[in-house]
Each structure stands twice: as structure tokens, then as C-alpha cells.
DNA sequence: TTAAAGTAGATGCGAACGTATATATCAGTG
DNA sequence: CACTGATATATACGTTCGCATCTACTTTAA
């Protein structure tokens, strides 16, 4: 029954986030922000230090809404700036600042740190390896993929 | 660099959870509950319809406080009651109802069958049962490590 | 046996969140 | 070029969240 194993892939991946998360949040990796704020950064830095607000809201699992008003409290806090779109008088473009770098630079350095200490504990090198491959695989294929079941239909046709 | 292997790990890891829980969420598979809600029902049903509080809290990414409150909107919803505990007057036991159960077991079939099509379209079923066994391992072993790196001991000393 | 420390859950309160909707701009069609 | 629909972001507003703290019960040990 692939279902079976489908659902227990997902079971397994989702509790192993959630377990290692809440070490996370336990020793305060994400200090002095919350864990969502430098997630923000982090994807922003991930993206160049510059996006537009869309694209990093395709990278978070939190609605526009939120993160406009995230972008807010950010902008407010000297992290990141607004800057209009050259292109698209729609768009805003979100931009990392030295000083949100600085601050997202020296959280993650430390995060890494705890990451590595949890998942070297768990897992030899080469297992690391396999479970980033087939969660890449993973995500990769479930972009691909529509909304349901999906029917023939492409996307970025 | 076992940092690297190990940070890549994690990052593929969490992103792949976003990005499966977008298209969750996108497909609304949780209606007409919230992600969250689902959560305590799903978990409450794999410990066998009734936990202490604070077993349940372990399993999920909420503070105590905000569980207490979720608990109190389930329980007037219906799909939960709280009990006294009988070993010890501290504890709460939530116990599922036969109407939470239902509702669990109605979003779940659906949720299960969304997470067959992504999956299924993204990994082999030998590669799904690699991702689990992987996904398991990190957790368990996470699981077994302390806090921070880890010394002999130290507390918040 | 009782005082001190520890643990489980509840509550006050300000901050952050999501849904619905408004505003502004762009893209396509007649 | 209007006009219709789509897209990007912002705002109003009620709900949910986390932090700090409180209450109640249990455990430890003097």
C-alpha cells in the first residue's frame, strides 16, 4: 500500500521537524527574535539580501497580511527596508539591511551549531546526505504537483 | 565539514515541511478546522483518544498556555472533554469525543489521501520508506541529546 | 508533619495572527 | 484607450498566541 508509506513519510518528516524545532525554541536559538522574524531574514539572505515581498512569502508558511505587518515591525526595528519596484509598480521590494545581515549572521552561526550537534548525534554523514536528497526530491516533486490530485494540467508551462 | 551535511540536512528537511504544508493549507485540508486544531485531534487520536495535557503539549509546537485555551474552544466544540486524573490531581486528562474522533477521522482520510499524491509523485515508495527511517532516526536521536552541545551536565548554570 | 521546592494547568494582557476587504497597479480585450 | 479581470500590498477587525504569573496539588526532606 503506497499510501501507507506515503503517510508515514510525511509523519516521520513532519514529527522530526517539530521535535528538533522545539529544542530550538527551548534554548532560545532564535534570540532576541522569534523564530518567524529570522525566518524572514534567513530566506531574505537566502534571496540576496533583496526580494520582493511576494516571492519571500512564497518561502514562509505565514499569509501576506502577516508578513506585510512582520515587515512592518522589521523595517521599524532597523533590519529591513521597502523599497519601490523599478519594474512593477505593484511590488515591494524588501531589503536587507547591514544590520539585519549582522543579526541574522550571528543567530544563524549559533543555530548551525545546535543543528549540528542534534543531527550529528542522530545521523552518520552519509545519512545526512540521503535525507537531504530525498527531502529536496520530496519538495521538488510536491512544486511540480497542482493543488489535489491533479489532473494533466501544467503550470510553468 | 559535518556541519555542512548536517545544516543542509535540516534546512531540506524544513523546507520540504513548509512547502507540503502550503499546498495543505492552499487545499484548505484541515476544514473546517485550523491546521493547529487538527493537530491536537490527530495526535490526541494516536495516543488512543485521551492523554494527560501536558503529553499532548509535548507533541506539538504551542506553549501550555496556548494548549489550556485551545482545549477550552475544542472541548465547547465538542470534540474533546477534560477529566480528572485519578493518580494525581494536578493532571487534566483530555479524552476525544466520538464526535472529535469523527471529525479526526474525516479530515484525516482526506489529508491522507492529498499526502499520497504528493508524495507518491516526488519519491519511490522505497525512497518514502528511506525518508521515514531517516526522518525517525533524527527524531529519536535528537530526542535522546540534551539541550545545547551537550556537556556532561550543566544546567542553566 | 509541615515547610520548601517542584510540577500541571489556568488566567490577565498586550502582541501577532488570519479572514475579509480595500487600494493601487498591471495585463488583456473590445 | 477605456474596461474587465488579475495581481501585489495594505488595513480593519475579531481571534489566537506567548509571556508572565497565579493557583492547586505533589514531592522531598528537615
Chains 1, 2 share one sequence.
Do not use: C
Not at 552561526?109 to 545546535?114: A, D, Q, S, W
Request: charged share 30%; hydrophobic share 40%.
Amino acid at each position: 500500500m503506497t499510501i501507507r508509506s506515503a503517510s508515514e513519510a510525511w509523519e516521520a518528516l513532519f514529527r522530526a521537524q517539530v521535535t528538533l524545532m522545539q529544542k530550538f525554541e527551548e534554548a532560545k536559538d532564535f534570540a532576541p527574535l522569534r523564530s518567524r522574524e529570522y525566518d524572514v531574514l534567513f530566506n531574505l539572505a537566502q534571496l540576496g539580501g533583496r526580494a520582493r515581498q511576494w516571492e519571500l512569502n512564497e518561502r514562509l508558511l505565514i499569509t501576506q497580511p502577516s508578513l506585510s505587518r512582520m515587515i512592518d515591525r522589521l523595517q521599524a526595528a532597523g533590519y529591513v527596508r521597502r523599497e519601490a519596484s523599478p519594474s512593477d509598480g505593484r511590488e515591494v521590494i524588501v531589503v536587507l539591511t547591514e544590520e539585519g545581515a549582522r543579526m541574522q549572521g550571528r543567530i544563524g552561526r549559533r543555530h548551525v551549531r545546535h543543528i549540528a550537534a542534534l543531527v550529528d548525534s542522530a545521523l552518520t554523514e552519509e545519512e545526512q546526505q540521503q535525507l537531504a536528497v530525498l527531502a529536496d526530491k520530496l519538495r521538488t516533486g510536491a512544486l511540480a504537483r497542482g493543488t489535489r490530485t491533479e489532473e494533466p494540467r501544467a503550470e510553468t508551462a
